[in-house]
């Protein structure tokens, strides 16, 4: 259930029974062969499988974030920190005013993880707000799909090449993962050490490994919803 399918009075209707709703956070970015908006369409796509079965509206995802390392790569679109820290607060501002008071964020980008020390703070100012930052690519159920199969995830590699951010064909021989002289570097630096923009590892597995993966992601978005104390 998107806020684009919805009418204000259909929200007005829906907060008189619940407050919980979803924020989904992303990038435009480069990731090799895969779309520029891998970031935003993973984790709507879990937001929008977790509200079929739990009711829990999205909220239109925000399409950019933090990727001023990747601006080499034409189609990377970043914003700065200090705008993006700002346009989640206004957006969870927002959706405290209406009436929610539960949010679970959907980031599919790490690039924004300095939002989320950010809404640590702005949670101390709004009284009955609670916040829940979750980054799928992280978690433990993800990862232990990935140890099960013994396949390493990494930017651009396998474990973000699903059928739905696939824009191109993808190469069959594994990518050596390249050396890395700094964890800081600059755009141009980075596309030289980065070359295509995978980080290293197969571009692609068996889809009955991705919908595994998804699947996993998803219980831990559906255990969430239930804001456990």
Not at 214 to 220: K, S
Request: aromatic letters at 10%; proline letters at 6%; a negative charge.
């Amino acid at each position: 259930m998107r806020f684009e399918d919805l009418n204000w009075m259909d929200v007005e209707a829906y907060l008189k029974h619940d407050d919980r709703l979803m924020l989904v956070l992303g990038a435009c970015e480069q990731h090799a062969y895969l779309s520029l908006l891998t970031d935003i369409k993973i984790p709507l796509a879990l937001a929008d499988a977790a509200s079929q079965q739990t009711g829990v509206p999205v909220a239109p995802p925000l399409n950019f974030g933090v990727s001023p390392y990747f601006l080499a790569y034409p189609g990377t679109l970043s914003l700065r920190v200090t705008t993006f820290m700002a346009a989640v607060e206004d957006l969870v501002r927002s959706a405290y005013r209406q009436g929610f008071r539960r949010l679970l964020i959907l980031n599919g980008h790490g690039g924004n993880n300095p939002a989320r020390a950010h809404l640590d703070e702005l949670a101390e100012t709004l009284p009955d707000l609670r916040l829940i930052w979750y980054n799928w690519w992280q978690s433990h159920s993800v990862e232990a799909v990935a140890l099960r199969h013994e396949i390493k995830p990494a930017h651009a590699n396998w474990l973000e090449a699903f059928a739905f951010t696939r824009v191109s064909d993808l190469p069959d021989e594994a990518k050596t993962p390249p050396h890395v002289p700094s964890h800081v570097m600059d755009a141009e630096t980075v596309r030289r050490v980065y070359g295509d923009g995978s980080f290293g590892g197969p571009y692609h597995v068996d889809d009955a490994i991705l919908s595994e993966l998804f699947d996993a992601a998803l219980q831990d978005v559906l255990h969430l919803l239930r804001f456990d104390a």
